[in-house]
């Protein structure tokens, strides 16, 4: 099956995670609602795979509005990205909320590391964006990211 994503963000992240975390590593047999991953191609307009424009490395001064708990891109760990975080959590903190609130650009980086883990779990071949090439008039760039065998 050849899976195309528009937009590659943090919803295309989360589908990324939970497509890498399907039951079949546990049994080798691909779902039938998934079956076998041929290719993900991802169509992003941003120069930021992952991250997009709203946690772009430019964003480093803005921060994002809801506590990390609530930002998680693995729907099976709530805490996620509170966990990634660690010790940089405590660097955030907001006294007025008395909740971590971290700049958009860090978050970003999240996104990467997240989508980076899941294409290396699905069988990835190179660097995420290995291959660009121009995809219309909306989208500026392609990424194809060969996903090998069955995703498990």
């Not at 946690?55 to 509005?65: F, I, S, W």
């Not at 907001?94 to 990467?112: I, S």
Request: aromatic content about 4%; hydrophobic content about 45%.
């Amino acid at each position: 099956m050849d899976i195309a994503i528009v937009v590659g963000g943090a919803a295309a992240v989360g589908l990324l995670d939970a497509l890498a975390t399907q039951p079949t590593h546990a049994t080798g047999v691909a779902d039938a609602a998934v079956g076998r991953i041929d290719t993900i191609t991802v169509f992003e307009p941003s120069p930021h795979l992952w991250q997009g424009r709203p946690y772009g490395p430019e964003l480093a001064a803005v921060l994002v509005n809801t506590p990390p708990a609530l930002m998680s891109v693995c729907a099976r760990d709530r805490d996620h990205f509170a966990a990634w975080l660690g010790q940089r959590v405590a660097d955030h903190l907001d006294p007025l909320l008395g909740q971590p609130l971290v700049p958009r650009a860090l978050y970003g980086e999240y996104l990467v590391h997240s989508a980076e883990k899941a294409v290396a779990a699905l069988g990835g071949t190179g660097p995420p964006g290995a291959r660009r090439t121009g995809a219309g008039a909306r989208c500026r760039r392609r990424h194809r990211l060969a996903a090998g065998a069955a995703h498990g």
